[in-house]
């Protein structure tokens, strides 16, 4: 199964790919989560990306098209994935279809994660991560065992600096400026399920499970 979820930041496509990950052993290729890991080495591309992800601004097109066609070319053909946060631009998104054209591994079914925003607004605010491994945490939907502390691997929890309220706005307009054109894309391609995006992660599975099921994609 080949998924894109798309959705604004907060929408609960990370919490899903994790879900769906744990449950179904669909790889989970989050492109910001590629580019923090890079930010973290202190790579010539994690120094070039930092400038734009600390305003909350997209990464250039290049960069990002770059790095995803080598991660999806690497793949087993047999190799479910779920992209998240990826494609974020149209250019992204006809790069994405030139790519998996070669390699004749067309994308399944786009979720598109329709969430309120007072749910996204809370989400970010209350997101925790792990420094060690990237899990993510809520205090309040999805806290840790032990406070401040990652259950799968004793990191340390963090609030990204992009989480904070004057970048959250940034992004959510580079969402509606740059990202939302593409549900009409894929909506006209066909391939579009809407997701009611404000279910809790248990809730958000069942409704997933019962949608590949009725589709036959499980
Ligand atoms: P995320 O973890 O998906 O919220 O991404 C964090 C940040 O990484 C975004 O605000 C962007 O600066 C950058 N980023 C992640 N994915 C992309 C993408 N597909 N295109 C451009 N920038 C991206």
Not at 39 to 46: E, F, I, P, T
Not at 57 to 82: H, N
Not at 113 to 123: A, C, E, G, H, Y
Not at 162 to 177: F, K, P, W
């Amino acid at each position: 199964m080949r998924l894109i979820l798309l959705g604004p930041p907060g929408a609960g496509k990370g919490t899903a790919a994790e879900i769906l990950k744990k449950e179904l052993g669909i790889l989970h290729i989050s492109t910001g989560d590629m580019l923090r890991e890079q930010v973290k080495a202190g790579s010539a591309l994690g120094l070039e990306a930092k400038k734009y992800m600390d305003t909350g601004k997209l990464v250039p097109d290049d960069v990002v098209i770059g790095m995803v066609s080598e991660k999806v070319e690497g793949l087993k053909e047999t190799e479910s994935f779920a992209l998240d946060g990826f494609p974020r631009t149209k250019v992204q998104a006809q790069s994405l279809d030139q790519i998996l054209k070669e390699l004749r591994r067309p994308i399944d079914r786009v979720l598109y994660f329709d969430t309120s925003t007072p749910v996204i607004i809370k989400r970010l605010s209350g997101r925790r991560v792990c420094k060690q491994c990237g899990l993510n945490y809520h205090i309040h939907n999805m806290p840790p065992k032990k406070p401040g502390v990652c259950d799968q691997c004793g990191g340390a929890l963090y609030q990204r600096a992009d989480d904070s309220e004057a970048t959250v706005q940034t992004r959510l307009n580079a969402y509606r400026e740059q990202t939302a054109e593409l549900i009409d894309y894929y909506q006209l391609k066909g391939s579009l399920r809407k997701i009611p995006g404000d279910y809790q992660a248990r809730q958000l599975f069942e409704y997933l499970k019962d949608l590949f099921s009725k589709e036959g994609l499980s």
